[in-house]
T-cell receptor, first 117, second 110 residues
Framework: NAGVMQNPRHLVRRRGQEARLRCSPM?????VYWYRQLPEEGLKFMVY????????ESGMPKERFSAEFPKEGPSILRIQQVVRGDSAAYFC???????????????FGPGTRLLVL | GQSLEQPSEVTAVEGAIVQINCTYQ??????LSWYQQHDGGAPTFLSY??LDGLEETGRFSSFLSRSDSYGYLLLQELQMKDSASYFC???????????WGAGTKLIIKP
């Protein structure tokens, strides 16, 4: 059973370009979470998705950032017109269906290190 | 609001025991999780406490006191490979996301 997969592992972009980060959850997991981590800091929640549905995007900047989790294929985190401040590690996590009133353990992918020049 | 506090850094000696504390504020508390992250790596799940008391998993144990809104991670027989950042995270029934602490960097000296 493959773990959470993310690609690319490293991504370099120039200011103004688009960054597209992919996440394939563990088999059987229908929930995906995206986090951002700056060096020496903790994880910051960005967005929580189920298949074809955004459940909570309260942590995602209103502009330039978007996320999707289509019926088929990986979840995509898209950052348009990147700026230097977007440089960070972006982690994806997945979990099984969440029971009401609780949170299932999240399993993390290896992350995508985004560097904006 | 929801918040967690944990020390930013803890130093210990190889072979010793170390305790990393976490206090939290949240409504509708459901459980406290601990994750380990090595430099350049991804967070990995260590433990989860929903009930008061101590949960032991090998050299690592995790404790929760719901009445005190407090938990800790206990690492015994420290090894150099335990040098990492440790995050506590709470889940609540008000939402489905985990709220993360800023992490505790554990430095282990020989």
């Amino acid at each position: 059973n493959a773990g959470v997969m993310q690609n690319p592992r490293h991504l370099v972009r120039r200011r103004g370009q688009e960054a597209r980060l992919r996440c394939s959850p563990m088999k059987g997991h229908s929930h995906v979470y995206w986090y951002r981590q700056l060096p020496e800091e903790g994880l910051k929640f960005m967005v929580y998705l189920q298949k074809e549905n955004i459940i909570d995007e309260s942590g995602m900047p209103k502009e330039r950032f978007s996320a999707e989790f289509p019926k088929e294929g990986p979840s995509i985190l898209r950052i348009q017109q990147v700026v230097r401040g977007d440089s960070a590690a972006y982690f994806c996590a997945s979990s099984p269906p969440v029971a009401t009133g609780g949170t299932e353990t999240q399993y993390f992918g290896p992350g995508t290190r985004l560097l904006v020049l | 609001g929801q918040s967690l506090e944990q020390p930013s850094e803890v130093t210990a000696v190889e072979g010793a025991i170390v305790q990393i504390n976490c206090t939290y504020q949240t409504s509708g508390f459901y459980g406290l999780s601990w994750y380990q992250q090595h430099d350049g790596g991804a967070p990995t799940f260590l433990s989860y406490n929903a009930l008061d008391g101590l949960e032991e998993t090998g050299r690592f144990s995790s404790f929760l006191s719901r009445s005190d809104s407090y938990g800790y991670l206990l690492l015994q027989e420290l090894q150099m490979k335990d040098s990492a950042s440790y995050f506590c995270a709470v889940s609540s029934d008000s939402n489905y996301q985990l709220i993360w602490g800023a992490g505790t960097k554990l430095i282990i000296k020989p």
